[in-house]
Nanobody, 115 residues
Framework: QVQLVESGGGLVQPGESLRVSCAAS????????MGWYRQAPGKERELVAG???????NYPDSVKGRFTISRDNAKNTVYLQMNSLKAEDTAVYYC?????????WGKGTLVTVST
């Protein structure tokens, strides 16, 4: 049974940092491309960071320079370090695992950036 479990979300103030994690089980983690997506109320889900099995990363311009994705294959975990958070980063953050056209999603963790 495949499980992706996100953790680490919470309430932070603008300018602060937060790291969210996604622990995977039931897959050969090192083979999978991992991604972090987010969905704000009333908006479509969007990619915020991706990392391939060989460690190549990609980010949209909206988070480039502020967010960093990393993975620990020994722990079957992918991380998203978020710095200089803005109110517009408020969303539910989801983890996705992708391999050979098969996608698995976690249930998400809420990140709220507010004073």
């Amino acid at each position: 049974q495949v499980q992706l479990v996100e953790s680490g979300g919470g309430l932070v103030q603008p300018g602060e940092s937060l790291r969210v994690s996604c622990a995977a089980s039931g897959i050969i983690f090192r083979l999978y491309t991992m991604g972090w997506y987010r969905q704000a109320p009333g908006k479509e889900r969007e990619l915020v960071a991706g990392i391939t099995s060989d460690g190549s990363t990609n980010y949209p311009d909206s988070v480039k320079g502020r967010f960093t994705i990393s993975r620990d294959n020994a722990k079957n975990t992918v991380y998203l370090q978020m710095n200089s958070l803005k109110a517009e980063d408020t969303a539910v953050y989801y983890c996705k695992a992708q391999f050979n056209g098969i996608n698995y999603w976690g249930k998400g963790t809420l990140v709220t950036v507010s004073t």
